[in-house]
């Protein structure tokens, strides 16, 4: 439970940075945001988004040792080790966010001002760029594509090895573990597959983006406290 509330925290937050903003916008025909809301907006997205990809994997490497080595679970993921892995995902957070950030606000913005997306997003605000930002857009599909991409195939393979471990239990056993991975599976593919798809993948309409993005903000953060109250 202790990974759960951190994540939970996250989830929680994740949305709070762009929803009630995307819900004020309905009510009113001229949707404006000033440039600071804009970067705060870009800066609490990835920050809160990236953390909760990193607390995935430190639940990963959680569940791994429940399983494989129970009877020393309690020695091996002691509070201060729970507490350098929780600690680490948030860092690791702010530091993706904060690159994404640097990289957005020392560009010039000409004019028109007008954003594609429900909210500041990195992919929009450089199309309203005054210079070439073909670099930037490197660092940035390298910054959250790679790192959305490296951490699913981490925790793909992590069940991998799970799965072919279990093939010697006994069928007692294997449902104890499916039952306690099952949750978060389904809660890595929720989180991951949307930002993969949305830096690893051939050109799409604008529209298709869009609801991309409202599935990734939206829906892990509504599902996961179902998903992890059925498993419980």
């Not at 440039?35 to 607390?55: A, H, P, V």
């Not at 993706?96 to 560009?107: A, F, N």
């Not at 929720?190 to 991309?212: A, G, H, N, Q, W």
Request: proline share 6%; hydrophobic share 50%.
């Amino acid at each position: 439970y202790f990974f759960l509330s951190h994540l939970s925290f996250a989830d929680m937050c994740y949305p709070s940075a762009t929803t009630p903003k995307m819900i004020a916008d309905t009510f009113v025909e001229r949707k404006t945001i000033s440039f600071n809301g804009c970067m705060t907006q870009l800066f609490s997205s990835y920050f809160f988004g990236g953390t909760e990809i990193f607390l995935l994997i430190a639940m990963a490497y959680d569940r791994y040792v429940a399983i494989f080595r129970p009877l020393h679970y309690t020695a091996i993921m002691d509070r201060q080790k729970c507490g350098l892995m929780a600690g680490a995902s948030w860092v690791a957070g702010f530091l993706h966010s904060i690159l994404q950030t640097l990289l957005t606000v020392q560009l010039p913005f000409c004019g028109p001002n007008e954003i594609d997306n429900f909210f500041c997003d990195v992919h929009p605000l450089l199309k309203l760029a005054c210079e070439d930002t073909s670099v930037v857009g490197l660092i940035v599909v390298a910054n959250s594509g790679v790192i959305s991409l490296v951490s699913f195939i981490i925790l793909i393979a992590s069940y991998v090895v799970i799965l072919l471990n279990m093939r010697s239990w006994s069928s007692e056993g294997r449902r104890k573990a499916l039952f306690t991975c099952g949750s978060h599976i389904t809660t890595v593919f929720l989180v991951l597959v949307p930002p993969m798809f949305m830096y690893i993948r051939p050109s799409t309409t604008p529209s298709v983006d869009k609801l991309v993005i409202l599935f990734n903000i939206v829906m892990p953060p509504l599902l996961n406290p179902l998903i992890y109250t059925l498993r419980n």
